[in-house]
Structures are given as C-alpha cells and as structure tokens.
C-alpha cells in the first residue's frame, strides 16, 4: 500500500513537472535576418573550432563566424577572391559575393 503511494506521489510530480514546461523547447524557425541566420545556421555548422572560429581565422579566408564576428567578418566587407565585389552588400543580393 506504502509503495502504492509512493509510485502514485512519483507519478504526480512528473505529471506536473511536464505540465510546467519541463519539455525540450521548440526548433526555433529560421527567418530571413542576419540575428536568425547566425545563430541557427553559423553557430551550429560553421563557427565551429576547426572552422570559421577565431582559432582557425587565418586558415578559413580570414572569416570569423563566431558570436558578432560574423557581421563584421561578412556585412560590407571585400570578397577575398573578389575584391571589387562585397561578401554582402546590405540590400544588394546581386552584388554581393559570399565566397
């Protein structure tokens, strides 16, 4: 009977656990911004530490996608293998370069 109790006490407290938002959190959706961009697809695929990580700056184009980096690494900045051309030109798709 004890046991019962306890079981049923055990039950409750996951109940209510799960009822109070104790769950894994929603996939964020991505949306067409720099701030969504960055942290759900540079954060997660690029900035990693063998990549585009102020450890391997040098190595990966001199681009740092790592936390506001990323901006300044990118936004009105010269393409490396293009230098008329901007990796991305704000507003400006066709003359921006993303090498």
Do not use: W
């Amino acid at each position: 009977e004890r046991l019962l109790s306890m079981g049923m006490a055990v039950f409750c407290l996951l109940l209510l656990l799960s009822s109070m938002g104790c769950r894994p959190e929603e996939k964020e959706e991505l949306k067409p911004t720099f701030s969504s961009i960055s942290k759900l697809i540079f954060s997660q695929k690029c900035a990693l530490y063998t990549c585009h990580s102020p450890a391997y700056y040098q190595d990966s184009g001199n681009l740092d996608l790592s936390g506001k980096d990323a901006y300044f690494s990118l936004v009105n900045v010269r393409s490396r293998l293009y230098p008329d051309e901007f990796r991305i030109k704000p507003g400006d798709p066709d003359n921006s370069n993303f090498d």
